[in-house]
């Protein structure tokens, strides 16, 4: 008697006439509310059931003389329902339906006169209805297993689920709640993360984010701030997942050079932390320079890194940062360089060639900045080289006047001279009548002063020749490349234009 079909939909009338045919005698639970059918004639039992999560409504409409009705749960009488209309037993047919408590039910009939010629004292009728049981409202049971949801029980058809107040998550068991908590802010590279409110990273807990200043700071300009949110993620109150990032501040030493304008013949020594981009390297026994530009990368001359015509492995070279007295190196160690990019056009096989003189060399492990270690700006759009500018000229190869190539001093020395117009640095190479004179070009700058007595041709090969912008920031305008007649009166060094070469330096940057 499958008469419950589900697919119609979770309720479902179903009114039924029966004309019995076989008898299934099988005694009865005695409820004793209806008169006793002497004899019983005929017994027929029914299983009723609908869908878990359902119970079963079920009204009588009619019942005919001389029958009855059990309706048993669990062997459990529920009810009795008699044909007899004297009966005091309250059981109206037609009144009072039946609830089950589960979803099924069953039903025994029983006649004493069985009779389907005449019609008589045949059947009943009833009809049942699928109830969806709210598992909500049911009390709380008494074992003390607490509440079906311990927050809020939402009722479904044939089913119910638990849900949690906001700022709350279901835990695995589908029943209690536990406060939001969106785990560890993630750690930030150079800066930091405290938090602002809020306890154990829980739902609406602030933190903020910062970089480690004054050496780097945070992308966007503005410290980050996330929020836990009810989905146990840190946002941003724009409800973006953002990734804090700390950028190295260039071209900003901690400590400034005092006096800069000094003038001592073959420079100042350049005191701790005031030329903080500068780096030394030693490729077998000669001494170049160079300056950091980004974590990984050192600014240099090509003819640094190439000796006749070969580029240098990375292995040959050692590079030291922060230093300020070449005596330091010996406890310092080295940087290792991976790779050694030298610009495409520099050829340069007979030291008369400097065109292009540029190489970058890129570190194994990425430097972490500090007062004594920080990079120096590239050229930056309204970065201008004019005439007369004051240029910031370091190296650990500075030496007095003539001192060049006789003795490398050992402490890092600066001076400032001045940027000359390019006129002024070609007609300087025109009054020496020498065929060894390498050439001018436009991806070069002459720099130093006409008396000759500040040397034109000072500092490392390879070290920089900065200028600062206007709002300060020191930038990478020259790399010191070559000179004729070392600070001689009317003689000018001569610099590779960085300018020149920004866009050919980030493409290396960037594809390394
Ligand atoms: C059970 O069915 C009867 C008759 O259809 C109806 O009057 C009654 O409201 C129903 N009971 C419930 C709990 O739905
Ligand atoms: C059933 O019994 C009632 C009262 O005892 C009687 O009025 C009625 O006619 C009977 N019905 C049938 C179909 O015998
Ligand atoms: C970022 O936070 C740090 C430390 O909390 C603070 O010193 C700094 O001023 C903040 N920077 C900005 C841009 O708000
Ligand atoms: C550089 O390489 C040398 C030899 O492979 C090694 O001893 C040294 O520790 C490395 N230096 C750094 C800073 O990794
Ligand atoms: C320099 O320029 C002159 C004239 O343009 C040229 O003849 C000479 O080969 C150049 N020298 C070098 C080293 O490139």
Redesign the pocket.
């Known amino acids: 008697m499958d008469i419950f079909n589900a697919r119609i939909g979770w309720t479902s009338f179903i009114i039924w006439f029966l004309h019995l045919l076989v008898c299934e005698c099988v005694p009865l639970p005695d409820s004793g509310q209806c008169p006793q059918l002497h004899p019983v004639n005929l017994q027929k039992q029914w299983e009723i059931s609908v869908p878990d999560g359902f119970q079963i409504n079920l009204t009588f409409t009619h019942v005919d003389n001389k029958s009855s009705i059990t309706v048993l749960y669990d062997e459990k009488v529920l009810g009795k329902f008699c044909g007899n209309e004297n009966s005091a037993d309250g059981h109206h047919p037609g009144h009072q339906p039946i609830l089950s408590p589960g979803s099924r039910l069953t039903l025994i009939f029983q006649s004493d006169d069985y009779n389907p010629d005449r019609k008589q004292n045949v059947g009943f009728s009833a009809q049942y209805q699928a109830i969806d049981i709210d598992e909500c409202s049911a009390p709380e049971p008494e074992d003390g297993s607490g509440p079906l949801c311990s927050q809020i029980c939402l009722n479904t058809l044939g089913s119910y689920r638990c849900a949690c107040h906001h700022g709350y998550k279901l835990r695995s068991d589908q029943r209690t709640c536990m406060l939001i908590d969106c785990g560890e802010p993630e750690p930030l590279l150079n800066g930091g993360v405290?938090l602002l409110s809020g306890f154990q990273n829980q739902y609406l807990s602030v933190v903020?984010y910062?970089?480690n200043?004054p050496f780097y700071?945070?992308y966007g300009?503005?410290?980050v701030s996330l929020t836990c949110e009810a989905d146990g993620q840190w946002r941003t109150n724009h409800d973006v997942i953002l990734r804090p990032a700390c950028l190295p501040v260039c071209g900003r030493p901690t400590k400034q050079i005092e006096n800069p304008f000094q003038r001592i013949i073959g420079g100042n020594e350049a005191a701790e932390h005031t030329i903080p981009w500068q780096a030394l390297i030693n490729v077998g026994d000669s001494r170049g320079g160079g300056m950091i530009i980004a974590d990984r990368w050192i600014l240099t001359a090509a003819h640094v890194v190439v000796t006749n015509g070969q580029v240098q492995t990375p292995e040959a070279l050692s590079i030291y940062l922060g230093v300020t007295d070449v005596h330091q190196i010996i406890e310092t160690p080295s940087l290792n360089a991976t790779a050694v990019h030298v610009h495409p056009e520099y050829n340069n096989p007979d030291n008369l060639n400097f065109d292009h003189d540029i190489a970058l060399i890129k570190i194994k492990d990425s430097v972490t900045f500090q007062a004594a270690i920080m990079p120096l700006c590239l050229p930056s759009q309204g970065d201008t080289y004019d005439t007369g500018m004051m240029g910031l000229v370091s190296g650990f190869g500075i030496a007095g006047k003539g001192y060049r190539q006789r003795f490398l001093p050992n402490k890092l020395k600066y001076v400032h001279i001045p940027v000359v117009e390019q006129e002024r640095c070609s007609n300087s190479l025109k009054g020496i009548r020498n065929s060894r004179t390498p050439n001018l070009t436009d991806n070069m700058f002459c720099a130093g002063t006409p008396e000759g007595w500040k040397d034109s041709c000072q500092g490392d090969d390879g070290s920089g020749f900065t200028l600062q912008s206007e709002n300060g920031r020191f930038w990478a305008a020259g790399i010191v490349s070559w000179g004729v007649k070392c600070g001689q009166k009317g003689t000018y060094g001569f610099y590779t234009k960085v300018a020149n070469y920004v866009d050919w330096i980030n493409k290396i940057m960037q594809e390394n």
């Open positions: 405290t903020q910062h970089c200043e700071s945070p300009g503005n410290n």
